[in-house]
């Protein structure tokens, strides 16, 4: 089972990933010193270290140290929603989603578990839009498109992406919503769909339907998945690719030792 992702992947999309990497590094940069004019306001430490850990990700320190990286990205991220809790705005609100939209790609070249925090920014939209209309303050044109883009979720424009890697990740990703998985699970790539195989977050009837799939690395993805019904790994026992066939008798297998365990000890 290891292997089956391995097998997959081949030389074209690893180079295809090496050249979005650069590419990635590249955007953030130049991302990085448009939005900095719009924070002012915001902590200057964390304006900072965010330049910096850009600045690590162009040099390619990325590698030395990608873990230490993540959880630095993560810490500042924090610092700066203490700083919307204090001075909050649509225009700050709108930057600091850039800026998580921005982590996030740093996040997927770490290999790192992605930031989805929707409920979060709802919250905050809604606090902002409470205020507004207690100062009875009429919204303009511009504060109206803010608040249509702060409301389009963080997974989905993350799952829309071009590059099949950052729908992978949001595949992955145990907080993306059900209905984006059911999106992703009739993505054209299929180590996207294997993604929601895999993902512990995805429900059982969505399961079955993956169970379905034409390509047998999806069909194998969601064997060991603990919501995977013994009625679809016995429909696997006769499935077309004998490695799936095994492994679907291997997860019944074990699942019976497990269940007669459990009526010794009981």
Known sequence: ???????????????????????????????????????????????????????????????????????????????????????????????????????????????????????????????????????????????????????????MELANNKNYFIREAVAKNQQTPDFILKKLAEDKEVCVRAAVAGNPSTSSSLLKKLANDQRSIVRASLITHSKTSTSILKKLLSDKREYVQKAAKSELSKRKKQSLGAKKTG
Do not use: H, W
């Open 1 to 155: 089972m290891g292997n089956i992702f391995d097998d997959f992947t081949g030389k074209s999309k690893e180079k295809e990933k090496r050249k979005y990497y650069q590419k990635v590094a590249r955007k953030l940069k130049k991302q990085y010193n448009k939005l900095s004019k719009r924070y002012r306001e915001l902590s200057v430490k964390s304006k900072k270290e965010i330049k910096s850990l850009v600045g690590e990700l162009a040099a390619g320190e990325v590698y030395k140290d990608s873990q230490r990286l993540a959880i630095r990205l993560q810490n500042n991220l924090i610092l700066l929603m203490q700083e919307l809790d204090t001075r909050l705005s649509l225009e700050k609100l709108s930057d600091f989603r850039e800026i998580v939209l921005t982590v996030n790609n740093i996040l997927v070249a770490l290999n790192e578990e992605l930031l989805i925090i929707d409920d979060y920014l709802a919250c905050k939209l809604n606090q902002t839009v409470e205020y507004m209309i207690e100062l009875d303050c009429e919204m303009t044109e511009e504060q109206i498109k803010l608040v249509k883009k702060i409301s389009i979720p963080l997974a």
